[in-house]
C-alpha cells in the first residue's frame, strides 16, 4: 500500500487555489523528507483549470511543476486532468517539466474520454491512473467493467472516488470485490471526510488490501476535507502496521507547513500526539515544564514516558526519561498554554 499525498492539490480548494510557489516548495520538500513517495500539486481541478469559470491560481501550472521538482529529487510528482477541462497536449507539457503521473478524473459512465488522455500518457512514459468520480453514482458492477477496460487501455490504477464523503465501509467493499474479480488492475481510494468517514473508510481499504490510498496534511482538501495523513497513520501504527513513518515529524510538518497558510484552526500536534499515545491533556503542563528544562522535543516525550506509564504523572521519572531523549533545540510550532486551563485538567 502507498500514500498518495494530494495536499497541494486537493488541498488548494481550501486556499481558493492560491498556494505560492515559496508554499508548494515548502510543502513538497516535507512531504517528501518524511517519506511520501507520491505527491500531486497543482490546481484543484487540473492541468488547464486556472481560469474565470474554474478560479484562478496563483501561479501557472508550469510554475508549479518547476517549484515542486525543485525540492523533489526522490518522491513521485503529477498532476491531476480532468477531460474537457485539460486538453491532450495538456500532458506533454507535464512531461515537459518532469512529472511522472498524471491522473485522470472521470465518472464512471464517462470513463471513454480517459482513453485518448490515458494513450497520450503512455506514449510519453507517464505511470497513469484514473480516478472514478463519483464513484458511488454507478453499480459496482459498472465501475468494474469500466475498470476493467480502462486497464486494457493501459491505466495502471482505478480509484474509488467518494466525492461527497458519503460511501460506507460496506459500499466500498463491493467495488473493490467485485473489480478485483474483473481484473488485476490496482485500487486506489479517494475519500471526502463530509460525515467524518474518510480515515475510517480509508482505514478499511488499507485491511481491503488495495495499492494506493489519498491523504493530506490536516485533511485539508474540498468541502471538508480528505482523510488525515496525520490520523491514518497513526492509527495504522497502533493497529499494528509497520508504516515506517516518523510520527512526530509528521504531526510537526503538517502543522508547522499549513499554520500560516490556511484560514481554518488546525489541530494542534499535541492533540494528535495525546491520542496516539494514551496521554492524559492535563499532563501537559508537566511536559510544558520538562521540555523547557531539558530541550526535548514534546512530541517524543509524550511518546516516550506513555510507554511506561498512561496513569498518573511521575515528574522525576518524567525528566528521566527525558534525558535519554536526543536535544532538540528547535522552536517547535506547539501553543501549550490552553492546556493549563482548568478545562483540560480532568
Known amino acids: 500500500m502507498k500514500i498518495l499525498d494530494t495536499t497541494v492539490r486537493d488541498g488548494s480548494y481550501a486556499v481558493d487555489f492560491k498556494f505560492s510557489c515559496k508554499e508548494v516548495r515548502d510543502l513538497v520538500g516535507k512531504s517528501q523528507r518524511i517519506g511520501i513517495e507520491y505527491i500531486e500539486i497543482g490546481h484543484g ?24 521538482r525543485e525540492v523533489a529529487d526522490k ?38 474520454k480517459a482513453k485518448p488522455y490515458v494513450d497520450r500518457c503512455k506514449i510519453e512514459g507517464m505511470e497513469v491512473f484514473v480516478n472514478f468520480m463519483k464513484t458511488y453514482s454507478a453499480t459496482p458492477k459498472e465501475f468494474a467493467a469500466a475498470a476493467a477496460d480502462i486497464y486494457k487501455n493501459g491505466a495502471e490504477c482505478v480509484y474509488i ?52 490510498i489519498d491523504c493530506s496534511f490536516q485533511g485539508i482538501g474540498r468541502s471538508l476535507g480528505n482523510a488525515s495523513l496525520e490520523q491514518v497513520i497513526m492509527v495504522l501504527e497502533r493497529r499494528g502496521y509497520q508504516t515506517g513513518f516518523d510520527i512526530p515529524r509528521v504531526l510537526e510538518y503538517g502543522y508547522a507547513g499549513l499554520r500560516n497558510i490556511i484560514r481554518e484552526k488546525l489541530v494542534n500536534p499535541l492533540d494528535y500526539i495525546c491520542g496516539y499515545a494514551g496521554f492524559h491533556s492535563g499532563f501537559l503542563k508537566d511536559i510544558y515544564r520538562c521540555c523547557s528544562e531539558k530541550e526535548v522535543d514534546p512530541l517524543r516525550l509524550i511518546v516516550a514516558y506513555s510507554k511506561e506509564n498512561k496513569m498518573t504523572m511521575d515528574y522525576e ?28 485538567r480532568e
Open 45 to 68: 481541478q487540473g492541468l488547464n483549470a486556472s481560469s474565470y469559470e474554474h478560479g484562478f491560481a496563483l501561479q501557472t501550472d508550469e510554475e508549479y511543476m518547476d517549484a515542486a
Open 75 to 112: 518522491s513521485k510528482l503529477g498532476f491531476f486532468c480532468i477531460p474537457g477541462i485539460a486538453r491532450v497536449e495538456d500532458i506533454k507539457t507535464a512531461k515537459d517539466h518532469k512529472m511522472d503521473f498524471i491522473r485522470i478524473g472521470v465518472p464512471v459512465q464517462q470513463y471513454e
Open 161 to 212: 472516488v467518494d466525492s461527497a464523503g458519503s460511501m460506507s465501509a460496506n459500499d466500498i467493499g463491493e467495488y473493490i470485490d467485485i473489480t478485483r474479480q474483473e481484473s488485476d488492475v490496482k485500487i486506489g481510494f479517494h475519500g471526502h471526510n463530509n460525515l467524518g468517514l474518510a480515515v475510517d473508510n480509508t482505514l478499511y481499504c488499507v485491511r481491503k488490501g488495495i495499492e494506493f
Open 317 to 344: 521519572r518524567l525528566c528521566q526519561v527525558a534525558e535519554l531523549l536526543p536535544k532538540d533545540l528547535d522552536d517547535n510550532p506547539y501553543s501549550f498554554g490552553e492546556y493549563f486551563s482548568a478545562g483540560y
